[in-house]
């Protein structure tokens, strides 16, 4: 089994198959717009902007679980985030990451790289790098800034 699949909403509530990405090393981060570690859109855009013609996505899951950091639409949230930090990746419809409404990718992600806390998601802004063949290949707390993992993706990418 891979992150292949699976299928996501995307923020028009169509189903997106996680397949389309087949080939390409991913980013899989839930995020959210009123947390302290909102300013991450920046790096992750950078990163973005860096590596995407070199076959990398970021794949961005609003998540509203954590104090209810991400209030609002899919629809306000996109406008947020492009607004503020300009991002251009691919943004999802709101998910749920732990419990028992957690999206079924979630619930693989977490499986392959469980972490701590019994693999629950910790805080806004996990991330979970994917390799081409779409294997989960490393898991990355929420303090773990973009800058900081940079040279996993490119190792990923090179690979």
């Avoid at 209810?68 to 749920?96: D, L, M, N, V, W």
């Amino acid at each position: 089994m891979s992150v292949y699949d699976f299928k996501v909403k995307a923020m028009d509530g169509s189903e997106v198959s996680l397949a389309d990405y087949k080939g390409k090393v991913l980013l899989i981060v839930n995020t959210a717009t009123g947390c302290g570690f909102t300013p991450q859109y920046d790096g992750l855009q950078d990163l973005y902007d860096k590596y995407k013609d070199q076959g990398f996505e970021i794949l961005d899951f609003p998540c509203n679980q954590f104090l209810e950091q991400a209030p609002g639409t899919e629809e306000e949230i996109h406008s947020f985030c492009t607004g503020r930090y300009g991002i251009t990746f691919p943004q999802f419809a709101k998910i749920e990451v732990n419990g028992k409404n957690e999206d079924p990718l979630y619930t693989f992600l977490k499986k392959e790289k469980g972490g701590v806390c019994n693999s629950k998601i910790k805080w806004n802004f996990t991330k979970f790098l994917i390799a081409k063949d779409g294997t989960v290949k490393a898991r990355f707390a929420p303090t773990k800034t973009p800058e900081k993992i940079d040279a996993f993706i490119e190792k990923e990418i090179k690979a």
